[in-house]
């Protein structure tokens, strides 16, 4: 759990929902990973009023046309204005701007799966 900013009325917490890697089978060459996360905004009551929250989490970007990447279980839909969408192609950044009275709670879902042949190595690291 994490206190957002200075305010300590705000939290998060993240929980992984699904962390899985399918190896290859005996006709196929392809690895799937597939990552699916959740995480839960709070605003405590007694917090002084209705806050509003960007929140910006990340997904892998590849630069190798060997390796796809696909967004999975987004919920609610992130934001799709012009530079989310650049964004979240060239940095894999997704966005979500929510409002939160006080003693409300938010969940948000995002994941990723990413498909390679077996034979390539790819790095995941920050952008």
């Keep these: 759990m994490l206190h957002l900013g200075i305010d300590p009325n705000l939290t998060i917490e993240y929980e992984t929902v699904q962390d899985e890697r399918d190896d290859p089978g005996f006709l196929s060459d392809t690895v799937h990973l597939t990552k699916i996360f959740r995480a ?3 605003l405590s009551a007694s917090a002084r009023g209705v806050v509003e929250i960007l929140v910006e989490e990340t997904i892998p970007v590849s630069d190798d046309d060997r390796v796809e990447v696909g967004l999975l279980n987004v919920q609610p839909a992130a ?19 929510i409002s939160l009275p006080p003693a409300a709670e938010q969940a948000i879902h995002w994941g990723w799966k990413v498909s390679f042949d077996e034979e390539l190595q790819p790095i995941f690291g920050e952008n």
Excluded: P
């Design 40 to 42: 839960r905004v709070k």
């Design 79 to 97: 934001l799709i204005g012009e530079e989310d969408l650049l964004d979240r192609e060239e940095k894999g950044i997704i966005r979500w701007r």
